[in-house]
């Protein structure tokens, strides 16, 4: 079977080289939504002083909204001009919330219109959308998607966009997004477990085992097609699992440069050690792991499935084929165990992926990904590339 175009070894090399078709609200809502008409629809943005900035779209005065810009620019504005009409929906307003400075983390209940009236997300908004698109700082998938189940709408979140994310990320074909994602899942569903080998620039080689018990993958696809309550993820195009138990070491790179070694034990990160940088970078995550424990714990193993430029958000940079991630903390959207009551404190119930990615983690090397299926036993990434067997899987 001959390979897309966009998997080619020169585009696989250079993602930035890939061509892809310009960016349409149309297609996208159309695609992902299916269907839309007689959906009443909503997009929903975040700040530090939700009521003062959304009032008669103050926001657009300031250039540090740019998230918000964007969801105004691409979504607000051409739903106005014309794209709601012609999908069949109705309604297009556009709501502030109170920014949660955390990723995942709930949502206050308090949000605002752009008259600048106080309103009610579980009262006023929820119920009375079939599409509530959340474009913000912060993600909100795992809070929207125990409401979406609750209240019964359909929604996408997209924080933390860019002009590359709108050129490339969300400009994609997203039933092409969802069949590669399904090709990678079989390939690697009901996985006992997986090993990563990461490579240090000092020659050490870390290992960390994460036990899968043969569960089912999932994917982040980006299809919210139908009439089921259900919220996506977007940029998408990952395979992931919850991980059921975890030891081994792996590196980890912190905001401000610094280096460290984390141990893991019983699924849950017990240390920090440094390797370079600042000694009381790792003290500070030390002394939050022995505050409160469930920070440390993994709740997710996912892997990229599209071949996409790096955007400088995590969110698009995590979809690239030949990377992985690690995410601590809450993992009840993505099926998991771990919920916002278990944290000592409610800022501490984050989901916080950390990702592997050659732009992102130059210091240290994945040197190899493997998997563990009954007898079988597949290679899945070596140097930040997809193997033989992945490939091979997409081919098919």
């Not at 620019?73 to 502030?96: A, C, I, P, R, W």
């Not at 696809?221 to 030891?247: I, T, W």
Request: with cysteine; proline share 4%; glycine share 8%.
């Amino acid at each position: 079977m001959l390979l897309p175009d966009y998997l080619s070894e020169e585009i696989m090399l250079n993602p930035e080289k890939r061509e892809f078709p310009q960016f349409s609200v149309r297609k996208l809502m159309s695609t992902v939504f299916e269907p839309t008409a007689g959906c009443r629809v909503c997009i929903l943005v975040d700040f530090d002083e939700p009521q003062k900035w959304i009032k008669d779209f103050a926001f657009l005065e300031v250039s540090e909204f740019s998230v918000q810009r964007k969801a105004y620019e691409n979504f607000y504005q051409t739903f106005k001009d014309g794209v709601m009409e012609e999908l069949g929906m109705h309604g297009g307003e556009m709501f502030s919330y109170y920014c949660t400075h955390g990723s995942n983390l709930d949502l206050r209940d308090e949000c605002f219109n752009t008259a600048g009236e106080q309103l009610s997300l579980d009262r006023d908004i929820y119920p009375h959308y079939d599409i509530i698109l959340c474009i913000s700082t912060w993600s909100a998938t795992a809070p929207l998607t125990a409401k979406c189940k609750q209240y019964g709408f359909r929604g996408a979140t997209m924080h933390g966009m860019n002009d590359i994310i709108l050129n490339s990320g969300l400009a994609v074909d997203y039933d092409e997004v969802s069949a590669d994602a399904e090709k990678v899942r079989l390939a690697m569903t009901q996985a006992d477990s997986i090993e990563i080998d990461f490579t240090l620039e000092d020659g050490r080689v870390l290992t960390a085992w994460l036990g899968l018990d043969g569960q089912e993958a999932q994917k982040s696809h980006g299809l919210c097609k139908g009439k089921a309550p259900d919220v996506a993820n977007l940029p998408a195009g990952e395979v992931y699992f919850v991980p059921c138990d975890a030891r081994g070491e792996f590196p980890m790179k912190y905001e401000d440069g610094t280096l460290g070694v984390l141990t893991v034990v019983d699924r849950n990160i017990v240390k920090s050690t440094l390797i370079e940088g600042n000694q009381s970078t790792i003290d500070e995550h030390n002394a939050r792991l022995a505050d409160d424990p469930m920070t440390g714990t993994l709740g997710e193993l996912g892997f990229g499935t599209q071949v996409l430029p790096v955007s400088g958000q995590d969110i698009q940079d995590e979809k690239v084929l030949g990377t992985c991630h690690l995410a601590t903390g809450r993992d009840d959207h993505l099926g998991g165990d771990i919920v916002p009551e278990m944290f000592k404190k409610h800022e501490n119930s984050t989901h916080d992926d950390i990702l592997f990615a050659p732009h992102k983690t130059p210091n240290f090397d994945i040197s190899e990904v493997r998997m563990k299926r009954g007898d079988q036993e597949e290679v899945i990434i070596q140097h930040f590339r997809p193997s033989e067997y992945i490939m091979n899987a997409l081919c098919s």
